[in-house]
């Protein structure tokens, strides 16, 4: 089940990135420091009274050459389109703005619910100033600081009350995947050809598909399947395609949905910067990873063509180098039938649980090959290690002081667990804990 989503919506200089990081705290940009993981503050998750929850930060998607009105209108649509609550950031110091109020009638027709955080009330004496903003007509205005981090909690109180109490219904048995990339690398195509129809329009011009589409279908040994299709995934009418942070937006909340995600790279194209950054959400995600590689066919062949294309891949996203690389045809339909097969053998992996006696045999053998490093004269011991979680696997090594392992040195205990045990396909997570 997805995330629900906040959006931060109101005029330039108002606060609302200093809102947003507060609202975020310490979950942005904390997962691993790869070489290669691009991050984009846009988007990101956070959590308040035990319920986990997505949020864009829409000042910075950037509409381009578009007036200052326009741009604010169409960020303020953008938040409707996405999001469950509003959070609507107005200034305490300029009071309404022309801007305000047309942010303000815009969220007022959505009928979504709509929270007006007053940035900028740095002390009390500022509170008398605020109950202005009842005339913008969306309920009590709530006194925030986004810079002292006051008021923030009352803001998610009341967030939190318009989440959804529904939980849906899934079949653990459904493998759910979907396809991100940039667009025009064929993921409509791609759809098409695995299940063999026309289930979704396919054109050259970027953006073509318009809305997610879910189907699901089984593979000839009885797998079901559900495929998310995240290819443009716009409003008919709408215009925020244009922005490329807008299209990793929507790709992130198919991640969310997704068991594995398959990033697909244009073979005519190459690797472009983009394609680092949805693949990195996705590996920061614990995401199962396939990358495939579409128009294969197009491509002049030569005797090394794929292995060399195969190492540009492995260059330009070292951090996914778990994951398996199928090089595919829409068109002639090359290779797909291998890929519901490979999409099961990562999920198999994502689900896999090791015996703790057997994990244990494996990272002392490691330790004896390359012994524990010291810190300042004080030697990182490792006392016993074990699986906690799946999807992705997690395991927990307890040690003497959590400090002394380094990051190094977790990726190679990683290393010689995925040796001894493969995991093809998915991340793994080490966690140090100092033993009690």
């Not at 998750?45 to 169409?74: A, N």
């Not at 309404?96 to 027709?109: G, H, P, S």
Request: glycine share 6%.
């Amino acid at each position: 089940m997805a995330n629900p989503t906040i959006a931060i919506v109101g005029r330039p200089n108002v606060g609302k990135s200093t809102i947003f990081n507060r609202i975020a705290g310490e979950r942005i940009s904390i997962v691993e420091d790869t070489p290669g993981v691009t991050r984009d503050r846009i988007y990101t998750t956070g959590e308040w009274l035990g319920r986990e929850f997505s949020i864009i930060d829409t000042g910075g998607i950037d509409l381009g050459d578009e007036p200052f009105m326009d741009q604010i209108k169409h960020q303020a649509e953008i938040a409707i389109e996405e999001a469950d609550v509003i959070i609507f950031v107005a200034s305490g110091r300029e009071g309404i703005t022309d801007a305000d109020e047309l942010v303000a009638k815009i969220l007022y027709r959505s009928k979504k619910p709509v929270i007006l955080a007053v940035n900028k009330v740095d002390n009390p004496e500022m509170r008398a100033e605020i109950y202005e903003f009842y005339s913008l007509g969306l309920g009590d205005p709530f006194p925030v600081s986004g810079s002292h981090g006051l008021g923030i909690g009352d803001v998610l109180d009341e967030a939190v009350k318009h989440f959804s109490t529904e939980i849906e219904e899934e079949d653990d048995d459904t493998i759910k995947f979907s396809l991100i990339g940039r667009p025009n690398v064929g993921k409509s195509s791609l759809i098409n050809a695995i299940l063999g129809e026309d289930r979704v329009i396919v054109s050259d011009i970027e953006g073509t598909t318009r809305d997610a589409i879910d189907t699901h279908f089984e593979s000839e040994n009885g797998q079901k399947f559900l495929m998310i299709d995240t290819a443009g995934m716009r409003k008919r009418g709408k215009v925020y395609e244009s922005t490329e942070k807008y299209s990793v937006m929507r790709a992130m909340r198919a991640i969310e949905r997704s068991d594995i995600v398959l990033v697909v790279l244009n073979a005519e194209e190459g690797i472009r910067e983009q394609d680092k950054k949805v693949a990195g959400y996705a590996h920061e995600a614990g995401r199962g990873i396939i990358i495939v590689v579409n128009k294969w066919d197009t491509v002049e062949k030569e005797t090394n063509t794929m292995r060399d294309f195969e190492e540009e891949i492995r260059d330009e996203f070292q951090y996914l180098d778990y994951a398996p690389i199928i090089f595919v045809s829409a068109l002639t339909k090359q290779r797909l039938n291998k890929l519901p097969e490979l999409i099961e053998l990562v999920s198999m992996n994502q689900n896999l649980r090791i015996p703790s006696a057997l994990l244990n045999d494996v990272v002392m053998d490691a330790i004896a090959i390359n012994p524990t490093p010291t810190d300042k004269g004080k030697r990182l011991k490792v006392f016993y290690a074990t699986q906690v979680a799946i999807k992705p696997p997690t395991f927990v090594i307890f040690v003497n002081e959590e400090e002394l392992m380094h990051f190094s040195y977790a990726r190679f205990l990683e290393n010689q667990i995925r040796k001894a045990f493969t995991f093809e396909g998915t991340p793994i997570k080490i966690i140090p804990r100092r033993r009690k």
